[in-house]
């Protein structure tokens, strides 16, 4: 490709991964935030937070994903695409999955026959989690690695992957926050894997880190989010007040 193909494909991605962050952002925000209105009942049991979620923050999501994905020229080769695609499907059946679950035991726990209830808490907490966990981990490798087999060519500028490394800053930020108060140990050993995964393909395709910015990101968020979640337990646990 030409300088200035190359240069208006970089701009793309960057302006689709800025909107992703945006969106990463909101719905960090809409999970923690406990004001009133947000956690109002809007259809059924369902939470205007969760609407937002299931039908806003997800797809939005997922559509830049997609953006980023086919800028990498993700959808060329079938293995990413089959891999991107089995995410997006076990992405859609974890929420339809998780969230009702969820909000049902919430709100009728005490109501629930025993046997309900274990059901309900089987589809939240242990499958729905884990259908989630490998929608996730496949979406993520599947773009690491279109962005492993196809990097921009030019070489990046400076301040270009200074606002991918703010991003994933910004996003282990909304990690730390949204894991460090819970019972969360599994998702931060599946962000873990991601990115430790990420850098075998990253080792296999020989590419120099400079040249994968969105990579760099995932490293950023992934690792910084995963490894300050640690710290503060390590030091809750050892007894330091925080």
Known sequence: MDNETEKKR????LTFSYVLCFVIVLAGVNRLWKTVPLKQ????????CDVNVMFIFA???????WLIFREYKGDSFTGGTLLFLAGVYLGGAGFGMHEPANIAVSVYSKALPGAVKASLFFFDDKLGHWIFFASFSAITIAVIWAENRNPLNNALKFKYLLSFLVMGLICAAVIYFNMVREKTTLDIAVLIFIAFLSIFIQFIYGRRIAALPLTLAVYTAYLLGSAATLLHWALWFIGVSL
Do not use: E, H, K
């Open 10 to 13: 970089a701009g793309r991605i």
């Open 41 to 48: 009942p809007v259809w059924d049991i369902l939470r205007l």
């Open 59 to 65: 797809p939005l999501s997922l559509l830049m994903v």
